[in-house]
């Protein structure tokens, strides 16, 4: 089965750099945790696979979640992102979400993230799910760039925080259920380098990639989980996958995704002939949750035969799209579509992992000194199905609290050296990558999409499992690399799958097509 390390190497024969903080990556959850450490005065290192914009919180469209305007309440914004996650919340993480979530967001403001406004006051938006207008946005559409800017902003102010971009985390270094750091591959010199950090935090981001069709950038191959798993960790709830319902859908173009924001300001969504649909399936119609309205969508899909429904923003004044969605606006255009006019074509498609390294309310994985934060961690705040917008928030709160509590642990702990070395691969194969990482996706597409059968999950596994002796040799380079990652993770979705013997929030099984009571728990998964 599976070795715990993708390449032959030993540390002793290797560069080595140490910190107090190794983080990995630098998203909303890396650097916003790497800047609140460094500002504390600890050393620390962020490394990133590509550059730094290249990250799903750069993608990030409609905002950012938390209870600022008049009438709302962290009570509300509980209520709502509970009654989404369809009894697979954790109640604690959700009222730390929510009521820490105020004081992050404004701290967000105070270090320079420029949202909009709207006669002096923040706009705050609505989203699916979401009893009130909560949710902030910059650039009309572009807030995660907003945030990625701010945040490498203040990072590039800070001495003490160091940040390699181009440096692919291949491995974890645990021994005896300690992290001690983390082996990288250097690919702007093309060597192999050595972490040590006496914190490790995983911030690498989600899964999108292991699917056909998915919103997420390439970075988004599930790494961080995939090499967290090899080195021991638990894994929880891999299972829930978001699939987004309004993604485009065009031949020739990409899965570039029509934020719900767009929803949120009115726009509806209509079958082949025209007609609007939502009404018929749920009281809250286009603003009912994201698993609600995917079921949806594809019963109407098959209803109607025909491979996608239509965004029809006609409701909405023309110079409001303009100004609100200034980014789809631009993108639907290069795709021949004057989205004020044109009913935008859509489908569901992967867009995040609910599931991820298990950790409890301060960032914490079952290995010493080993955290995790952002879309790769699962503490259960997003339960079966995440509500609108509460990522970008997620990665702030929990990054907040990776910084309290491994501050303590970093004065309680006494560091040791310890050498590894993996020298059991065979040398690397010949493999087709393009084309298994294609079927890979395919599978995924077909066997873990959001309808599930004991019979196609089976075929998935029996994929995964003819796919083993890959892991007997060497990764030979960061595309294998990635690739072993994809594959991992894609059987870790289809084992939990397979066991949830119902369904709920983002998972359905036609062969078990309701929810059940003996269900009401997490599905944890261990090497
Ligand atoms: C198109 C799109 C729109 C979205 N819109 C919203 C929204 O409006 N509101 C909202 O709340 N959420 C939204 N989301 C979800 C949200 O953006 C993400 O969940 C969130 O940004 C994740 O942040 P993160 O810091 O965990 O990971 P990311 O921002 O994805 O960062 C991951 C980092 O990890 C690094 N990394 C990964 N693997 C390795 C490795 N092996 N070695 C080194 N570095 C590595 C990457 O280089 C990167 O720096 C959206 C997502 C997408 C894709």
Request: aromatic share 8%; with cysteine; hydrophobic share 40%.
């Amino acid at each position: 089965m599976f070795k715990p390390y993708l390449v032959n190497f030993d540390t002793r024969q290797l560069p080595v750099e140490t910190y107090e903080y190794v983080i990995i990556g630098g998203g909303i959850a890396g650097l916003y945790t790497a800047c609140k450490v460094a500002r504390e005065g600890g050393q620390v290192l962020v490394l990133t696979k590509h550059t730094l914009e290249d990250t799903s919180t750069d993608k990030a469209q409609g905002g950012i979640a938390a209870a600022l305007g008049q009438s709302d309440s962290p009570e509300l914004h509980f209520k709502d992102t509970i009654f989404a996650g369809a009894g697979l919340c954790d109640p604690k993480a959700v009222e730390i979400l929510v009521n820490e979530g105020v004081s992050r967001v404004k701290e967000l403001i105070e270090w320079g993230a420029q949202f909009d406004y709207d006669e002096g006051e923040l706009a705050l938006t609505r989203e699916g799910a979401h009893s009130q207008r909560r949710i902030l946005h910059a650039a009309g559409d572009a807030t995660g760039a907003e945030i990625q800017r701010a945040l490498a902003y203040q990072a590039n102010q800070i001495p003490n925080l160091k940040i390699y971009e181009n440096y692919f985390v291949v491995d974890l270094l645990v021994a005896d259920d300690i992290c001690y750091g983390v082996l990288a591959w250097d690919n702007v010199n093309q060597c192999f380098k050595v972490f040590y950090g006496r914190v490790v935090v995983l911030a690498t981001g989600g899964t999108g990639q292991v699917y056909e069709h998915n919103t997420n950038p390439e970075i988004a191959t599930g790494d961080g989980i995939a090499m967290a798993y090899r080195a021991g960790a638990e894994v929880m709830d891999m299972e829930f996958i978001q699939f987004h319902p309004t993604v485009l859908c065009l031949p020739g173009a990409p899965s570039f995704l029509i934020s719900e924001a767009v929803r949120g300001e009115g726009a509806r969504l209509r079958n082949c002939y025209g007609e609007q649909f939502m009404p018929c399936y749920h009281q809250l119609a286009e603003l009912a949750p994201r698993d609600i309205v995917v079921q949806s969508m594809l019963k109407e899909m098959v209803r109607t035969g025909s491979k996608n429904v239509f965004l029809d923003l006609s409701p909405l004044p023309a110079e409001v799209i303009q100004q609100r969605f200034p980014n789809i606006t631009r993108t639907c255009a290069t795709y021949g579509l004057d989205i004020t006019k044109d009913p935008i074509p859509v489908a569901p498609a992967a867009h995040y992992m609910m599931g991820g390294v298990k950790t409890n309310l301060h960032g914490e994985t079952n290995i010493k000194g080993l955290y995790a934060c952002g879309e790769v961690a699962c503490q259960g705040v997003h339960g079966a199905n995440r509500l609108a917008s509460n990522s970008l928030l997620d990665g702030l709160v929990f990054g907040f609290r990776i910084v309290k509590e491994s501050m303590r642990f970093l004065t309680s702990y006494v560091p040791s050296s310890v050498e590894f070395v993996c020298n059991y691969l065979k040398p690397p194969e010949e493999i087709k990558i393009n084309g298994l990482t294609r079927e890979l996706r395919a599978v995924m597409n077909k066997c873990a999409g959001p309808v599930r059968s004991c019979q196609r999950l089976t075929g998935a596994l029996s994929f995964f499992e003819n796919q083993a002796d890959l892991f007997l040799s060497e990764a030979k380079n960061i595309a294998e690399m990635e690739l072993r990652n994809m594959l991992l993770v894609g059987q870790l979705i289809c084992e939990a799958a397979l066991m949830r013997t119902e369904s709920r929030g983002a998972h359905y099984r036609e062969d078990h097509p309701a929810a059940s009571e003996r269900w009401v728990k997490h599905i944890i998964l261990r090497l």
